[in-house]
């Protein structure tokens, strides 16, 4: 009878499926850290994981192991490595919260344009002339610059048209595989994409150094605008405060962090043309639902026989 961890807090939906399931039993640990669920691991012959990190060390210690599902999309805080070595698949949770995500990042796209955070502090501080200065753009007629068009940018993208945007994407992977159909354009130098852009959203996965750095940011038009709803450590953080202190960027939106939370002493926490949201932008209500029953259903799908390998983001290493 299979054993399954769930690592996390879970919407009940998830829980729901596990109980009704058919010889499964599990064990919920709600607290997210690596510490917390460690005890359970010996017993486990599946994980259902959150964004707590899966460390060499932790898979070494769940020998019953045979697969890991990611409630959710990204899978940089877990050694694949070490699942590769055991042939242990690492599945994700395909697209369940896409759009949640896109509409985070057009939400703080317009935030950024009507400049919220300084409109608020007028209202409830003053002055009331700041609205005389005119910081406040329109999105209308602006050239957004979209890095990673899977499913969250092409979201994006639909929405951002109905902004009347001007729309080119920026991603290495689909330019090799395939361009998808569509009115968007692929940019293949990504220093020509930065210059034509007023907006840039980001959408790509992390990489070993910061996909805008302090170069890239520079190669930016003075008064554009930065958002970053994928993933700590793809914008350089130190550049970006430079940036939006000199004037050189006119706004910024984080929903992620080199660090997660953000120490009190970081310096983004006291520029006021910076929104920032808590890694929020794919946990609606709905997606959490979506996200807790897909993760778990990968689970069972794999003891079933039925696993989606389209899911699996290590089939290659592991065959």
Request: proline share 5%; with cysteine; net charge neutral.
């Amino acid at each position: 009878m299979p054993h399954v961890l769930l690592a996390g807090k879970l919407h009940p939906a998830g829980l729901a499926l596990l109980r009704v399931a058919q010889g499964v039993t599990f064990d919920h640990v709600e607290e997210i850290s690596e510490a917390s669920y460690q005890p359970y691991l010996a017993e486990a012959d599946a994980m259902v994981i959150r964004t707590q990190p899966l460390s060499a060390a932790s898979i070494a210690r769940a020998p019953r192991l045979q697969i890991v599902s990611r409630h959710g999309v990204g899978f940089d805080a877990v050694d694949v490595v070490a699942l590769n070595a055991r042939r242990i698949p690492l599945c994700i949770v395909g697209d369940v919260n896409s759009v949640s995500v896109a509409e985070h990042a057009m939400m703080m796209m317009l935030a950024c344009a009507k400049q919220l955070i300084r409109s608020d502090a007028a209202v409830r501080h003053g002055p009331w002339g700041w609205r005389n200065q005119l910081q406040q753009s329109e999105l209308a007629g602006k050239c957004l610059l979209i890095l990673g068009y899977g499913r969250i940018g092409r979201h994006l993208a639909r929405m951002a048209a109905a902004f009347n945007m001007q729309i080119r994407a920026y991603d290495p992977y689909l330019a090799m595989q395939g361009w998808p159909e569509g009115a968007v354009p692929a940019v293949s130098d990504l220093a020509e994409g930065l210059a034509w852009a007023d907006v840039v959203s980001v959408h790509l996965p992390k990489a070993d150094r910061p996909i805008l750095g302090a170069t890239e940011i520079a190669q930016l038009r003075r008064g554009a605008i930065v958002v970053n709803t994928a993933r700590g450590g793809i914008v350089a953080e130190a550049a970006l405060v430079d940036a939006l202190t000199s004037g050189h960027i006119a706004a910024a939106a984080l929903d992620v962090f080199d660090a997660e939370p953000p120490s009190p002493d970081n310096p983004l926490l006291r520029i006021d043309n910076l929104i920032l949201t808590p890694h929020i932008a794919g946990l609606t209500a709905q997606a959490a639902e979506r996200m807790a029953v897909a993760s778990v259903q990968n689970v069972l799908d794999h003891f079933s026989g039925k696993l989606d390998q389209g899911l699996v983001v290590n089939r290659q290493q592991i065959k």
